[in-house]
């Protein structure tokens, strides 16, 4: 069983925006996501753990704009490679599923497994000018 911890609060500057819980201690779980160029940089940290992965802004927004909700299945798009991979989902009350995952081998990986709010969520969606209801 998966344990996605929830961020509900954001903080946003002209290039970056940041999510956290309402709790904001050092801590707990942080979401920063920031423009630079043809990609978008995701460092997901929790504690002094952090993830980073910088998909392609297009594909991105593409998966975003895909998302929909599947009965029985926490995430069911993915972007990034075989190595260092974002998982998405939403769940039935609109709660967006990230799943930032970095994969040792066969023998292993590493997850960071966070839940954004539905209100969290449409700040993220209007951040990256992508409609609530999924379409760019």
């Given at each position: 069983m998966r344990n996605f911890q929830t961020l509900d609060t954001s903080k946003q500057t002209?290039?970056?925006?940041?999510?956290?819980?309402?709790?904001?201690?050092d801590d707990e779980p942080r979401l920063a996501i920031r423009r630079e160029g043809i990609y978008i940089t995701i460092s997901a940290s929790y504690g002094p753990?952090?993830?980073?992965?910088?998909?392609?802004?297009?594909?991105f927004i593409?998966?975003?704009?895909?998302?929909?909700?599947?009965e029985g299945l926490l995430?069911?798009?993915?972007?990034?490679?075989?190595?260092?991979?974002?998982?998405?989902?939403?769940?039935?009350?609109?709660d967006l599923l990230l799943r930032l995952t970095i994969v040792a081998?066969?023998?292993?990986?590493?997850?960071?497994?966070?839940?954004?709010?539905?209100s969290a969520r449409e700040t993220l969606y209007s951040w990256l000018e992508v409609s609530p209801n999924g379409k760019g």
């Amino acid at each position: 069983m998966r344990n996605f911890q929830t961020l509900d609060t954001s903080k946003q500057t002209a290039d970056s925006l940041e999510f956290f819980t309402q709790a904001a201690d050092d801590d707990e779980p942080r979401l920063a996501i920031r423009r630079e160029g043809i990609y978008i940089t995701i460092s997901a940290s929790y504690g002094p753990l952090e993830l980073a992965l910088r998909p392609r802004y297009e594909e991105f927004i593409r998966t975003l704009t895909k998302l929909a909700v599947v009965e029985g299945l926490l995430t069911t798009r993915q972007v990034g490679t075989g190595q260092a991979q974002l998982s998405l989902g939403l769940t039935a009350s609109h709660d967006l599923l990230l799943r930032l995952t970095i994969v040792a081998d066969a023998t292993g990986h590493i997850s960071l497994n966070l839940k954004l709010t539905p209100s969290a969520r449409e700040t993220l969606y209007s951040w990256l000018e992508v409609s609530p209801n999924g379409k760019g």
